[in-house]
Nanobody
């Protein structure tokens, strides 16, 4: 079974930092784009940052200069380093991965979401 497992959320004071991790597991042939999205209460899910297999990155304007996305292809893991956190960053953060998985027979394209991890920025 292919899955994404997230970790690293929690409570942090304004100005603080957190690092989120998301590891993919299962019969994965290759992972293309990985990314992070967040959803605040009463709002729609929004893009935070994405990173391709060749390490090209894209950030939402609201996090540019504060958040850094990275990945370890050998570990099938994507990270989100969040610095200078603000109360408006409070949300559930979801990992996303677009991948090719092994099936019987052959392969198929699959897009997966993690279970979400809560980040609360409050004093």
């Amino acid at each position: 079974q292919v899955q994404l497992v997230e970790s690293g959320g929690g409570l942090v004071q304004p100005g603080g930092s957190l690092r989120l991790s998301c590891a993919a597991s299962g019969s994965i042939f290759g992972i293309n784009t990985m990314g992070w999205y967040h959803q605040a209460p009463g709002k729609e899910r929004e893009l935070v940052a994405t990173i391709t297999s060749s390490a090209d990155t894209n950030y939402a304007d609201s996090v540019k200069g504060r958040f850094i996305i990275s990945r370890d292809n050998a570990k099938k893991t994507v990270y989100l380093q969040m610095n200078s956190l603000k109360p408006e960053d409070t949300a559930v953060y979801y990992c996303n991965a677009k991948m090719v998985v092994e099936t019987t027979p052959g392969y198929k394209y699959l897009e997966l979401w993690g279970q979400g991890t809560l980040v609360t920025v409050s004093s």
